[in-house]
C-alpha cells in the first residue's frame, strides 16, 4: 500500500497570509504513460463532507478559487493558499489515486489567528 | 443537482451486522464508479471499496480490514450503492461516505458505531 505522510498536522496563520501544506507518497504517483501524477487535495470544513480541491496534483476543480494551488511530482507534492481568508478554515488531506487501495494522509488542520 | 444520500447508520453491538444505502440522483450512475470512504472518530479518512460499472463487470476491491467482511454493490435500476458490513469491530466505528470519487461528490455522511 502507498504510504501517503503529510505535513505539519496543523498550522494557524492570520488571514492574508500564504499558507503551504507538504504531502509525501512513499511510491512515486507518476504514470509513465501519460506523465500524469495522480494526487489529489480535498478540503473538509467544520462539519462537512470532504470537497475535491485538486486532482493530477494541479488541476482545480471547477469552481474552486485560484489562491488553492497544487504542485509537485513524483513523491514529493504541495498544496499553496495564498492570501488565506477566514472561510478557508478546514482540514486538508491529500489522497493518491494511483493505485488500490487508495490512500490518505492524515490531514492537516488550517486555523485562523 | 448531484446529491447522494447515506442512510442504515446507527448502534450495533460487535459481531453483529449493518447495510448502508446510497441513493444517487444529478449524474450517470450506471457508468460511475463508486466508493465508500469512512472517517473515523479520530478524523482519519480511509477508502475501503469500489465497485466499477457494468462496462468492467462491476469489478469491486476493498481495503484489506474490511474484506470478507464488508460488500459493495449497486443497483443501476435505482441508481444506488450499497454497503453490506459483517462480523462489525468497535474499529469500524466512523462516518461513513458515500462517493464518486472522480467526480468529486460525496454523500453528508452516515455514522456508524460499534459498541456493546
Known amino acids: 500500500d502507498i504510504v501517503m505522510t503529510q505535513s505539519p498536522s496543523s498550522l494557524a496563520v492570520s488571514a492574508g497570509e500564504t499558507v503551504t501544506i507538504n504531502c509525501k507518497s512513499s511510491?512515486?504517483?507518476?504514470?509513465?504513460?501519460?506523465?500524469?501524477?495522480?494526487l489529489a487535495w480535498y478540503q473538509q470544513k467544520p462539519g462537512q463532507s470532504p470537497k475535491l480541491l485538486i486532482y493530477l496534483a494541479s488541476t482545480r476543480e471547477s469552481g474552486v478559487p485560484d489562491r488553492f494551488i497544487g504542485s509537485g511530482s513524483g513523491t514529493d507534492f504541495t498544496l499553496t493558499i495564498s492570501s488565506v481568508q477566514a472561510e478557508d478554515l478546514a482540514d486538508y488531506y491529500c489522497q493518491q489515486h494511483y493505485s488500490y487501495p487508495l490512500t490518505f494522509g492524515s490531514g492537516t488542520k488550517l486555523e485562523i489567528k | 443537482e448531484v446529491q447522494l444520500v447515506e442512510t442504515g447508520g446507527g448502534l450495533v453491538q460487535p459481531g453483529k451486522s449493518l447495510k448502508l444505502t446510497c441513493a444517487t440522483s444529478?449524474?450517470?450512475?450506471?457508468?460511475?464508479?463508486m466508493h465508500w470512504v469512512r472517517q473515523s472518530p479520530e478524523k482519519r479518512l480511509e477508502w475501503i471499496a469500489r465497485i466499477k460499472d457494468k462496462s468492467n463487470n462491476y469489478a469491486t476491491d476493498y481495503v484489506e480490514s474490511v474484506k470478507g467482511r464488508f460488500t459493495i454493490s449497486r443497483d443501476d435500476s435505482k441508481s444506488s450503492v450499497y454497503l453490506q458490513m459483517n462480523s462489525l469491530k468497535e474499529e469500524d466505528t466512523a462516518t461513513y461516505y458515500c462517493t464518486q470519487l472522480g467526480g468529486g461528490y460525496w454523500g453528508q455522511g452516515v455514522m456508524v458505531t460499534v459498541s456493546s
Open positions: 444529478g449524474f450517470t450512475f450506471s457508468t460511475a464508479w
Open positions: 511510491q512515486s504517483l507518476l504514470s509513465s504513460g501519460n506523465q500524469k501524477n495522480y
